[in-house]
Nanobody, 114 residues
Framework: QVQLVESGGGLVQPGGSLRLSCAASGFTFSVYSMNWYRQGSGKEREFVASITSNGLSTHYADSVKGRFTISRDNAKSTVNLQLNSLKSEDTGVYYC???????WGQGTQVTVSS
């Protein structure tokens, strides 16, 4: 069956860094673009970043541009999100998804607090 499993979340101080990973299985990962979304408490889920199937093109929300980097390893069926210069407003549950197939992971919590 299809699985997307996120990991790497945690508690970090403002200005710190985290690296999120999403391991995919059960579908042909390498042919699909992948996205990261996040949802803060009491907020709507919002787009964070996307990457094309071959990894050559990426796109970011304005709020994270220059601080976050999305990447993928098709040989390992993983998509990653490097989070740098974290701010309190980056707090939330981070989800990876394959938008074309509407496959979603269960999410990983990121908390930015001193």
């Amino acid at each position: 069956q299809v699985q997307l499993v996120e990991s790497g979340g945690g508690l970090v101080q403002p200005g710190g860094s985290l690296r999120l990973s999403c391991a995919a299985s059960g579908f042909t990962f390498s042919v699909y673009s992948m996205n990261w979304y996040r949802q803060g408490s009491g907020k709507e889920r919002e787009f964070v970043a996307s990457i094309t199937s071959n990894g050559l093109s990426t796109h970011y929300a304005d709020s994270v541009k220059g601080r976050f980097t999305i990447s993928r390893d098709n040989a390992k069926s993983t998509v990653n999100l490097q989070l740098n210069s974290l701010k309190s407003e980056d707090t939330g549950v981070y989800y990876c998804c394959a938008p074309v197939k509407n496959y979603w992971g269960q999410g990983t919590q990121v908390t930015v607090s001193s």
